[in-house]
């Protein structure tokens, strides 16, 4: 499975950002895909992942300003970014489980929000 991270970017604290994720199969044979972030000297944090059944997860850091859903006709997960804080500053990461197990990478987009 291919992953295809895109929409990052440069924001004003406050400002959104909605990231995409396009797998090169269909979203239905995979069980889970998540967004993590990554900043620099650290390890990749879970933020938002969206299940085959469309059951949600968000890390208490983004409750009630980020959004992830799924479109299984364009094989997109999409992650809504509002009311974005500096500290969301990261490189933005989609991953894949399949329902076999496998895990897959994408390639990361980074996003940045000033002050």
């Known amino acids: 499975v291919q992953l295809q991270a895109s929409g990052g970017g440069l924001v004003q604290a406050g400002g959104s950002l909605r990231l995409s994720c396009v797998a090169s199969r269909s979203l239905l044979s995979i069980s889970t895909v998540g967004w993590y972030r990554q900043t620099p000297g650290n390890g990749r944090e879970l933020v938002a992942s969206?299940?085959?059944?469309?059951?949600?997860y968000y890390a208490d850091s983004v409750k009630g300003r980020f959004t992830i859903s799924r479109d299984n006709v364009q094989n997109t997960v999409y992650l809504q970014m509002n009311s974005l804080k500096p500290e969301d500053t990261a490189v933005y990461y989609c991953r894949a489980e399949m329902r076999y197990g496998a895990v897959y990478w994408g390639k990361g987009t980074q996003v940045t929000v000033s002050s």
């Open positions: 969206i299940t085959s059944r469309a059951s949600t």
